[in-house]
């Protein structure tokens, strides 16, 4: 065995190496922006904690000021807004898309799902077929990109 692959073997072997590694992916409590009466929210967050996702829901009674103050373009909107670290959670986004945005990082403000499309998580409607929709990356100047299709 040559000398750097064992010391490369070793350190990333090692606790110190392990528990860094998972440090760097741990995901923060995301806080949810919503109103106190909407049961899709409600369903959504359920949805997310399912996932492994820690959620602190926050009613508010003006929630458009709160997307206005974290810059959500009107055209992404949705019924509630949440905050994962540096990034925004607009709407019904899948909870392995979440998953996948903070284990990727990518350069963007956050992800949306404008409007409320059925099917998504939270607005799933017995007997209704889900609609296809597109989850968005966006940035901080609004544009957009799609970040996945479901």
Known sequence: MHRRHFLATALLGSPLFLRAQRAQRAVPAMTVYKDANCGCCSAWITHVEAAGLTVTPRNVPDLNAIKRDLGVAARLASCHTGVLGKYLIEGHVPADLILKLWREQ?????????????????????????????????????????????
Do not use: N
């Not at 956050?110 to 939270?122: F, H, K, N, R, T």
């Not at 296809?132 to 100047?141: D, S």
């Open 106 to 150: 990518p350069a963007g403000r956050g992800l949306a799902v404008p409007g409320m499309p059925i099917g998504s998580p939270g607005m799933e409607v017995p007997g209704r077929a889900a609609e296809r929709y597109a989850v968005l990356l966006f940035t901080e100047r609004g544009e957009t990109s799609v970040y996945a299709t479901r």
